[in-house]
Structures are given as structure tokens and as C-alpha cells.
């Protein structure tokens, strides 16, 4: 589905920038309602799920990389490593 590849493409790019549903949404012509409804039916999370555990692979992976929680931080879009560390946690406990 071309609305989803899009949100993907968005979300994906934009690992930093801390879009909300709505914007994205509104980016791909779509309320914000039936877009949550369209992305959980066809990846089976929300995209506010899907763009956290993204956020956390991905500073996870910048972990392994030698990259410092701070520098990980700011480059995932969270205001400091804490919050991105209870970010982690939150998503390893959902697991």
C-alpha cells in the first residue's frame, strides 16, 4: 500500500525529528483515526509503537558502534540519554 510505504519512508528518515501521528497522518492524506487503524492492520502495531521500537534498535545498534548514550540520544530524538534509557527498558519489558 502506497500510504503505508510512505509513512514508513517518513518515519524511518526522520528518526530525530519526533513527528506526531497526526503529522504523519495529514503527510499522507489520511486522518489520524484510520490512519492508526490502516498501520496496525497491516504491521500490527501502532506507528507510535513502531517508531519507538525503531528508535531503540537503532540506538542499540549505535551502541555497538562505540557511540555514547548522549550522542545516541540526540541522534534518535530523545532530550537525554535517561530518557532514551527508559525508552530501552520500556520496550525490552513489553518484549
Same mark, same amino acid.
Given at each position: =500500500?502506497?500510504? @503505508?510505504?510512505?509513512?514508513?519512508?517518513?518515519? $524511518?528518515?526522520?528518526?530525530?525529528?519526533?513527528?506526531?501521528?497526526?503529522?504523519?497522518?495529514?503527510?499522507?492524506?489520511?486522518?489520524? =483515526?484510520?490512519?492508526?487503524?490502516?498501520?496496525?492492520?497491516?504491521?500490527?502495531?501502532?506507528?507510535?509503537?513502531?517508531?519507538?521500537?525503531?528508535?531503540?534498535?537503532?540506538? @542499540? #545498534? @549505535?551502541?555497538?558502534?562505540?557511540?555514547?548514550?548522549? =550522542?545516541?540520544?540526540?541522534?534518535?530524538?530523545?532530550? =537525554?540519554?535517561?530518557?532514551?534509557? $527508559?525508552?530501552?527498558?520500556?520496550? #525490552?519489558?513489553?518484549?
Amino acid at each position: =500500500d502506497s500510504t @503505508l510505504i510512505k509513512a514508513l519512508k517518513i518515519i $524511518h528518515s526522520q528518526i530525530r525529528a519526533n513527528r506526531s501521528i497526526a503529522e504523519i497522518a495529514e503527510e499522507c492524506g489520511m486522518s489520524t =483515526d484510520g490512519f492508526i487503524r490502516k498501520f496496525k492492520a497491516y504491521i500490527g502495531q501502532t506507528p507510535y509503537e513502531y517508531s519507538k521500537k525503531l528508535k531503540v534498535r537503532v540506538a @542499540l #545498534k @549505535l551502541r555497538e558502534l562505540g557511540n555514547s548514550w548522549e =550522542d545516541i540520544a540526540e541522534k534518535c530524538g530523545y532530550a =537525554d540519554q535517561t530518557s532514551l534509557l $527508559h525508552a530501552i527498558n520500556a520496550v #525490552k519489558n513489553n518484549r
